[in-house]
């Protein structure tokens, strides 16, 4: 059978959510084709060629645009079979209008988009996956070359960079997260060999940096701990970064200096908000404190901290936002924040375990298929307004080439005009930060 296995975006990274289902598709005997469509442009013609259609779906952009791929490709030929699989698959499958799938795969999809495959059919259905199963090493073959994504910058210098993952899943249940929802506290382990082989054939393609893309790479301490000290045996100039938790950084303080000492350049860490209560809702597991002690466990040993964050809630006010950005600035951490992250506001997809706590309730609208998420209101309205006001500044900066810097400073002015603090110093002293180490690409979920 003729497999076309399809990404639409997967953060600027060579997507791993193609390359690990196309090695077990082949293996099973099927030939297989890859389009990254974040890279490549969409060619029609390749529809011809293929039997079956599968749209790799890990995070909620990529949905989006599956969707709008999967209609394009009924459109050319109804009668194809299109799968979508990953943790966004199942998202709208029964409100959605004029849906393309005829199944969805949600979880571990690896062995069952084989199954799929065996036994294609019209009738649509949802399935989740979660059985523990083996991986082969991805078929980065079928890709573009590492040149065409995200490079690791270091001052003036670019490096190619590799992404892999370690783990599915996540131990914990943030009730902001899409994880919960279908692994619901439960992790899933890639064995040590396939994600060593897939470095391997990384660096031979390149790649001088790799990005471990597990949603928290000490969830399981030992078993990362193992994958880096092999890396660094191997490799002991190749560098990497990952991404933790808050208190899995302070819970495993011993483990940064053999991290920083085997090539961890920075940790990208989701501290969301800096309001204590806020945190508590979102159910983080860690506290605006925590966040500053865990800036200087990881600093000193040399590790740079690339903090995530949320700060647009139904509950957010003005002085949050205000708070987040002086916390930003006092603990040096301007030129490590992607100035787009400080308008983000609060996504809910189906399932969100944000939907269980009553203090959702009076700001919470109607679900929108095509959107994939359900909206809500702000308990102060102008907060919506400087949300959006701040991503505006945020893509302007990006398109004229400013600075972070820069583009933080015309940020945190748009702040103070509404605020009641102090306004912003005209020259913000940001030691000798720049040219922190940064992936090319902002992420976006």
Same mark, same amino acid.
């Given at each position: 059978?003729?497999?076309?296995?399809?990404?639409?975006?997967?953060?600027?990274?060579?997507?791993?959510?193609?390359?690990?289902?196309?090695?077990?598709?082949?293996?099973?005997?099927? %030939?297989?084709?890859?389009?990254?469509?974040?890279?490549?442009?969409?060619?029609?013609?390749?529809?011809?060629?293929?039997?079956?259609?599968?749209?790799?779906?890990?995070?909620?952009?990529?949905?989006?645009?599956?969707?709008?791929?999967?209609?394009?490709?009924?459109?050319?030929?109804?009668?194809?079979?299109?799968?979508?699989?990953?943790?966004?698959?199942?998202?709208?499958?029964?409100?959605?209008?004029?849906?393309?799938?005829?199944?969805?795969?949600?979880?571990?999809?690896?062995?069952?988009?084989?199954?799929?495959?065996?036994?294609?059919?019209?009738?649509?259905?949802?399935?989740?996956?979660?059985?523990?199963?083996?991986?082969?090493?991805?078929?980065?073959?079928?890709?573009?070359?590492?040149?065409?994504?995200?490079?690791?910058?270091?001052?003036?210098?670019?490096?190619?960079?590799?992404?892999?993952?370690?783990?599915?899943?996540?131990?914990?249940?943030?009730?902001?997260?899409?994880?919960?929802?279908?692994?619901?506290?439960?992790?899933?382990?890639?064995?040590?060999?396939?994600?060593?082989?897939?470095?391997?054939?990384?660096?031979?393609?390149?790649?001088?940096?790799?990005?471990?893309?597990?949603?928290?790479?000490?969830?399981?301490?030992?078993?990362?701990?193992?994958?880096?000290?092999?890396?660094?045996?191997?490799?002991?100039?190749?560098?990497?970064?990952?991404?933790?938790?808050?208190?899995?950084?302070?819970?495993?303080?011993?483990?940064?200096?053999?991290?920083?000492?085997?090539?961890?350049?920075?940790?990208?860490?989701?501290?969301?908000?800096?309001?204590? %209560?806020?945190?508590?809702?979102?159910?983080?597991?860690?506290?605006?404190?925590?966040?500053?002690?865990?800036?200087?466990?990881?600093?000193?040993?040399?590790?740079?901290?690339?903090?995530?964050?949320?700060?647009?809630?139904?509950?957010?006010?003005?002085?949050?936002?205000?708070?987040?950005?002086?916390?930003?600035?006092?603990?040096?951490?301007?030129?490590?924040?992607?100035?787009?992250?400080?308008?983000?506001?609060?996504?809910?997809?189906?399932?969100?375990?944000?939907?269980?706590?009553?203090?959702?309730?009076?700001?919470?609208?109607?679900?929108?298929?095509?959107?994939?998420?359900?909206?809500?209101?702000?308990?102060?309205? %102008?907060?919506?307004?400087?949300?959006?006001?701040?991503?505006?500044?945020?893509?302007?900066?990006?398109?004229?080439?400013?600075?972070?810097?820069?583009?933080?400073?015309?940020?945190?002015?748009?702040?103070?005009?509404?605020?009641?603090?102090?306004?912003?110093?005209?020259?913000?002293?940001?030691?000798?930060?720049?040219?922190?180490?940064?992936?090319?690409?902002?992420?976006?979920?």
């Amino acid at each position: 059978m003729n497999v076309l296995l399809v990404s639409t975006y997967e953060l600027g990274r060579q997507p791993v959510h193609v390359a690990s289902p196309a090695g077990a598709i082949r293996d099973a005997g099927h %030939d297989v084709r890859a389009v990254d469509l974040s890279v490549e442009p969409w060619d029609p013609s390749v529809v011809e060629w293929a039997d079956a259609v599968a749209i790799s779906t890990p995070m909620h952009t990529a949905m989006r645009l599956a969707v709008e791929v999967g209609r394009s490709i009924k459109r050319l030929r109804p009668e194809l079979a299109i799968a979508t699989y990953g943790l966004y698959a199942g998202m709208s499958a029964e409100s959605r209008v004029d849906d393309p799938f005829d199944r969805a795969i949600v979880g571990e999809y690896e062995a069952a988009l084989v199954s799929w495959l065996g036994a294609t059919s019209s009738s649509t259905s949802v399935t989740i996956h979660l059985d523990r199963g083996g991986f082969r090493t991805p078929a980065r073959d079928l890709l573009p070359p590492l040149e065409k994504y995200a490079h690791l910058a270091i001052g003036d210098e670019r490096r190619l960079v590799g992404a892999v993952e370690a783990s599915h899943g996540c131990l914990h249940n943030c009730r902001h997260c899409p994880i919960p929802a279908i692994y619901d506290g439960r992790l899933r382990i890639v064995d040590v060999d396939s994600v060593l082989s897939d470095i391997d054939q990384h660096v031979v393609a390149g790649a001088r940096h790799i990005t471990f893309g597990d949603p928290d790479f000490l969830n399981g301490p030992a078993h990362s701990l193992r994958i880096v000290r092999a890396m660094h045996e191997r490799y002991p100039d190749l560098t990497f970064d990952c991404t933790v938790k808050v208190e899995h950084i302070l819970r495993d303080e011993d483990i940064w200096q053999e991290f920083a000492d085997s090539g961890c350049l920075f940790v990208v860490s989701a501290f969301e908000t800096m309001n204590d %209560d806020i945190l508590v809702l979102l159910d983080k597991g860690h506290t605006a404190q925590d966040a500053a002690r865990a800036v200087h466990v990881l600093r000193d040993v040399g590790i740079d901290l690339r903090p995530s964050w949320l700060p647009f809630t139904p509950w957010t006010t003005h002085e949050d936002i205000d708070t987040t950005f002086r916390f930003i600035g006092a603990h040096d951490l301007i030129d490590s924040t992607d100035p787009v992250q400080l308008g983000i506001r609060l996504l809910i997809p189906e399932g969100s375990l944000i939907l269980e706590i009553p203090e959702m309730s009076p700001y919470l609208g109607a679900y929108d298929p095509e959107a994939l998420s359900f909206a809500w209101t702000a308990a102060n309205p %102008d907060m919506d307004v400087l949300a959006a006001t701040l991503v505006s500044i945020a893509e302007r900066g990006a398109a004229n080439g400013d600075s972070t810097l820069d583009t933080f400073q015309t940020q945190w002015l748009a702040v103070a005009e509404g605020s009641e603090s102090d306004r912003p110093p005209q020259a913000i002293d940001q030691g000798a930060t720049t040219g922190r180490p940064r992936l090319t690409e902002p992420w976006f979920c």
